[in-house]
């Protein structure tokens, strides 16, 4: 009798955590969702806007056009303004991903000292900082800070993935990786549509991109007041580093590229994870950045080629990522998330096999037909890699060291993000699609052979 009334208390507790998983994880799905639809408003609107600079002949815009015309003339780019603004938009992207590299990590270790909520609070204050910048905008210094303000406060998306990091069961994390997924890929979705459209609906005399700056504001404010009043803390005062000097001892260590790749931050104090387990984390953060560092590059000349062979314009491309961001939505809710714990080195390394033959369909394409067979499978193995990846990262690490694991983590993606495009579209115009293609598909065992090498997680917590 007894048994059976400790085996009815611990079934109840059991699901009462499992609520509250659930409950985090949608809070912060939506969290994310509002704070990315946001965020992709102006993707559409970048080439329209180098555009305006131009022509009002704005100062500092000019004198940094000179520069890509140096390096589009280094790599023998055709001098089309279709192509200038795809580069144009790449080396701006590239700073947003630079200033990401230095804040993720830094942002995910004050929150394992102040906690997750009032620090994920101040990352949004500086994303409608950076938005209410962007709406006042007319020159184009005061554009690109709004870009800089926003790359220093994206460390929320980090925030996210420790908020996820911290709940108790593997079940929960894969699931929560997996739906922070599909936040990303229906906000990226629907985000550029609702810019474009909105571009579209311009009255005479205003500035056109000023509607969506002003909704972009708007989701960030609303962002704002959806996480004050729902989102609980996810890490107990009694699991947290005693001080923001504890957190900040690895400044160094958080911002040089050598030191993340080792994970240095996490070495420090009582808490450091078994040399095991510590060199898993430096093979699985090697291979993320790889994964992404490929993956970003052949992304981004993606828009070149479609361009160059088959005359796509801003609207056929807008309808290309609409499909790639609808199937990584549909795989991310319906399969990934359903990835049992301990599974998900393997699902990561089937998914990137996958990429392999989608990246030689593409780059060799002779018709659209074969282009969009490329693409499908591309967008399978999209929505797979990352919350795979993450969702295996997050069962590293002490309560207390979760913030800047993840930060590593989401630090050396946004490096990859910022190097990746910059040596893939010098490839593309020096050596040709073909070779761009096949010779960075081929490049994808490296992640896989290394995601081979990872052994079983053992238990420090």
């Known amino acids: 009798m007894a048994l059976r009334e400790r085996e009815t208390s611990s079934s109840s507790i059991n699901d009462k955590q499992e609520q509250n998983c659930s409950r985090v994880i949608t809070i912060v799905f939506l969290a994310l969702f509002i704070d990315l639809l946001g965020f992709a408003l102006i993707l559409p609107l970048f080439p329209s806007i180098l555009d305006y600079y131009s022509q009002t002949e704005d100062g ?14 280094m790599v023998g ?4 303004r279709k192509y200038n603004s795809v580069l144009f938009g790449g080396l701006i992207g590239s700073i947003f991903s ?10 995910g270790a004050v929150s394992d000292c102040l906690g997750r909520r009032p620090v994920i609070l ?3 204050m500086g994303l409608i900082t950076s938005y209410a910048l962007w709406a006042a905008s007319r020159t184009f210094g005061i554009f690109l800070l709004s870009r800089i303000v926003g790359g220093i406060s994206k460390g929320n998306v980090s925030l996210s993935t420790a908020i996820i990091a911290d709940l108790q069961s593997p079940k929960a994390r894969s699931k929560g990786m997996a739906m922070i997924g599909v936040a990303f890929s229906l906000g990226f979705t629907l985000g550029p549509m609702i810019g474009a459209y909105l571009a579209m609906e311009t009255e005479k005399g205003e500035v056109f991109y000023l509607h969506s700056a002003l909704l972009a504001l708007m989701f960030a404010v609303a962002d704002l007041i959806f996480i004050f009043f729902l989102l609980p803390e996810t890490l107990p005062k009694e699991k947290r580093v005693s001080s923001v000097a504890s957190g900040f001892q690895a400044a160094v ?7 993340l790749f080792q994970f240095s931050a996490v070495t420090r104090g009582k808490e450091s994870p078994s040399e095991e387990n510590l060199q898993n984390l430096k093979i699985l953060g090697l291979a993320y950045f790889l994964y992404l560092f490929l993956f970003s590059g052949l992304e981004y000349t993606l828009s070149f080629l479609t361009h160059q062979r088959f005359q796509f314009s801003s609207m056929q491309q807008g309808k290309m990522f609409f499909f790639i961001g609808i199937t990584m939505a549909v795989i991310q809710g319906g399969y990934a998330r359903r990835i049992k714990p301990g599974n998900e080195i393997r699902a990561g390394k089937r998914a990137i096999m996958l990429l392999i033959p989608a990246f030689l369909l593409i780059g060799w394409a002779a018709n659209v037909t074969m282009l969009s067979v490329g693409l499908l499978l591309y967008s399978f193995a999209a929505a ?20 800047r694991v993840m930060g590593i983590l989401r630090s050396l993606g946004a490096l990859a993000r910022a190097l990746g495009p910059i040596l893939s579209a010098t490839v593309y115009w020096l050596a040709g699609a073909e070779v761009c293609f096949t010779v960075c598909g081929a490049l994808f065992l490296i992640p896989f052979v290394l995601l081979g090498s990872v052994k079983q997680q053992t238990k420090e917590e």
């Open 253 to 259: 260590d958080l911002l040089s590229p050598l030191a």
């Open 122 to 124: 101040m990352t949004v």
């Open 98 to 107: 630079i200033l990401q590299f230095f804040s993720s990590p830094l942002t």
């Open 77 to 80: 780019m055709p001098p089309e």
């Open 384 to 403: 797979i890699v990352v919350p795979c990846l993450s969702a295996v990262v997050s069962g590293y690490g002490s309560a207390s060291q979760k913030g």
């Open 60 to 73: 500092f815009y000019l004198s940094l056009q000179r520069g890509v015309d140096w390096f589009a003339v």
